[in-house]
């Protein structure tokens, strides 16, 4: 007899999701909440899919990183997101710049590969700008970071 979930084969069980996939659909509902959840709200909002423990798992692993704050909430606590969408992804992506020593490389190679849309944006961004309005430029003003060798 075969047991239905064996193990971790990629395409051996076509209804198991990566915890990557897992963890953007708890921060989904969580941003479209109109306060905090706990892990029981969480699972209802994502249908009941998912078992209790497995949510409370993925919402602990995401105040580990950092991604969700937690405030106790009876037993147990009640998450936010510290983020939305892209702050959490330029976490993300400052994250993966931290790991390297030769930054100037990894940061000449991410622009090479920016469509010019994006990389006139990107320009905008560093000289001040929003790409549309200074106003809107959500970093303090200033002019934002300054990446290394970057045209001022």
């Known amino acids: 007899m075969a047991e239905p979930d064996a193990g971790p084969n990629p395409g051996a069980s076509a209804g198991r999701r990566s915890s990557g996939e897992l963890e953007a659909s708890v921060l989904a509902a969580?941003?479209?909440?109109?306060g905090p959840l706990t892990p029981a709200d969480v699972q209802r909002t994502l249908g009941g899919a998912l078992a209790r423990t497995t949510v409370t798992t993925i919402l602990t692993r995401l105040h580990d990183k950092g991604a969700v704050a937690r405030a106790?909430?009876?037993?147990g606590y009640a998450y936010t997101p510290t983020q939305d969408s892209p702050g959490l992804t330029a976490r993300r992506m400052r994250s993966e710049l931290e790991k390297e020593e030769d930054r100037e490389t990894v940061l000449a190679r991410f622009v090479s590969e920016l469509s010019d849309d994006d990389e006139r944006l990107l320009r905008s961004l560093l000289d001040g700008g929003d790409g549309d309005s200074e106003s809107d430029a959500g970093n303090?003003?200033?002019?934002g970071?300054?990446?290394?060798?970057a045209a001022g």
């Open 30 to 34: 969580l941003w479209a909440a109109d």
């Open 72 to 75: 106790r909430a009876g037993r």
């Open 145 to 149: 970071p300054r990446l290394p060798g």
């Open 140 to 143: 303090g003003g200033a002019g």
